[in-house]
């Protein structure tokens, strides 16, 4: 039966992702006598599915780090943590960690520059006039709709912002549409306000597809790299208010 079928593959690389996680640890601690305590190290079997220096699993769900602005790392880090997101295999590596040490692992993986890849060939090409429908959700809105323009926010280019916009392109289909149902059905938040939550609420899923599969299929501008800062939002949409967590202070 194909449910099930589905289910034992699902269950099967979960158990394999469990043994090379478990192999990775070992294998750090194995390091004890000249265990280098760096960064590096200690984010080790973050990789096991992040992909080497954070740039993409293998199987087109696990979102990449490197390069993403080390604000919005440092804010997913304490989502997972503090129950805003959900990812048991993950949350469990991050859920005994201090906010000091989750915005070193943020930067370290935000100084990542690694070339991104070209976008995978979506699986069931959408027809041509859902991607233009997508493409003007993300560069214009739908001010009927009281959508705004994804660019006002994630950047000109799509690319992200500086300190906490993560750029939208380089990124899955299906992760970027299994985010924006998160936002949806509550199981993902952002710090309060969480602006995404307000925007998903006014998208049919109909455009949240569209939006998805257009952003899915652009290649990331090369040299790509988030603006220094925040695009000003166009007065119609000053109500909309993004939150975001304070970085932590200087170590004790
Ligand atoms: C077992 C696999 C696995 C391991 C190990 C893992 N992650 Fe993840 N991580 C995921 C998945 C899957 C997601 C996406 C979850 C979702 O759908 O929201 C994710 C999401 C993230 C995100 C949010 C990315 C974004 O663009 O919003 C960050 C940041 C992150 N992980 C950091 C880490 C760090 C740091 C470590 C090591 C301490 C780690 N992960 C270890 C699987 C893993
Ligand atoms: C008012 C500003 C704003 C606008 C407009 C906006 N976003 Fe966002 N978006 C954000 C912020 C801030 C985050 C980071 C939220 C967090 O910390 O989890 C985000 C995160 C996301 C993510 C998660 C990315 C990841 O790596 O996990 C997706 C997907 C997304 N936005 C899609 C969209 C789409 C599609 C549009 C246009 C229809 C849009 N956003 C418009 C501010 C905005």
């Given at each position: 039966m194909a449910c099930c079928a589905a289910f034992r593959a699902t269950a099967a690389r979960l158990l394999g992702q469990l043994g090379v996680l478990a192999v990775l640890w070992l294998a750090v601690a194995a390091h004890?006598?000249?265990?280098?305590?760096t960064i590096a190290q200690r984010t080790l079997a973050c990789?096991?599915?992040?992909?080497?220096?954070?740039?993409?699993?293998?199987?087109?769900?696990?979102p990449r780090l490197a390069g993403k602005p080390a604000g919005y790392l440092y804010n997913q880090l304490l989502n997972f943590r503090d129950g805003r997101r959900h990812y048991g295999l993950m949350t469990r590596m991050v859920d005994v960690l201090s906010d000091g040490y989750l915005m070193d692992i943020a930067r370290h993986f935000s100084a990542m520059q690694a070339p991104y890849p070209p976008p995978q060939p979506l699986a069931s090409p959408p027809a041509p006039e859902v991607l233009a429908r997508g493409r003007a959700l993300a560069l214009q809105g739908d001010a009927g709709q009281r959508v705004p323009a994804?660019?006002?926010?994630?950047?000109e280019r799509l690319t992200g912002a500086l300190p906490d916009v993560p750029g939208l392109?380089?990124?899955?289909q299906d992760y970027l549409m299994a985010q924006l149902g998160g936002w949806r059905t509550g199981q993902r938040r952002a710090h309060a306000p969480d602006c995404m939550a307000s925007i998903v609420q006014r998208l049919s899923d109909r455009d949240a597809y569209a939006v998805v599969s257009w952003l899915a299929s652009q290649p990331v501008p090369a040299g790509a790299h988030p603006a220094a800062e925040r695009p000003t939002l166009a007065a119609e949409w000053a109500g909309l208010k993004c939150g975001s967590a304070r970085p932590p202070g200087p170590k004790p």
């Amino acid at each position: 039966m194909a449910c099930c079928a589905a289910f034992r593959a699902t269950a099967a690389r979960l158990l394999g992702q469990l043994g090379v996680l478990a192999v990775l640890w070992l294998a750090v601690a194995a390091h004890a006598g000249p265990f280098e305590n760096t960064i590096a190290q200690r984010t080790l079997a973050c990789t096991a599915c992040h992909g080497e220096q954070g740039r993409a699993g293998p199987d087109g769900y696990y979102p990449r780090l490197a390069g993403k602005p080390a604000g919005y790392l440092y804010n997913q880090l304490l989502n997972f943590r503090d129950g805003r997101r959900h990812y048991g295999l993950m949350t469990r590596m991050v859920d005994v960690l201090s906010d000091g040490y989750l915005m070193d692992i943020a930067r370290h993986f935000s100084a990542m520059q690694a070339p991104y890849p070209p976008p995978q060939p979506l699986a069931s090409p959408p027809a041509p006039e859902v991607l233009a429908r997508g493409r003007a959700l993300a560069l214009q809105g739908d001010a009927g709709q009281r959508v705004p323009a994804c660019v006002q926010c994630h950047g000109e280019r799509l690319t992200g912002a500086l300190p906490d916009v993560p750029g939208l392109l380089g990124l899955p289909q299906d992760y970027l549409m299994a985010q924006l149902g998160g936002w949806r059905t509550g199981q993902r938040r952002a710090h309060a306000p969480d602006c995404m939550a307000s925007i998903v609420q006014r998208l049919s899923d109909r455009d949240a597809y569209a939006v998805v599969s257009w952003l899915a299929s652009q290649p990331v501008p090369a040299g790509a790299h988030p603006a220094a800062e925040r695009p000003t939002l166009a007065a119609e949409w000053a109500g909309l208010k993004c939150g975001s967590a304070r970085p932590p202070g200087p170590k004790p």
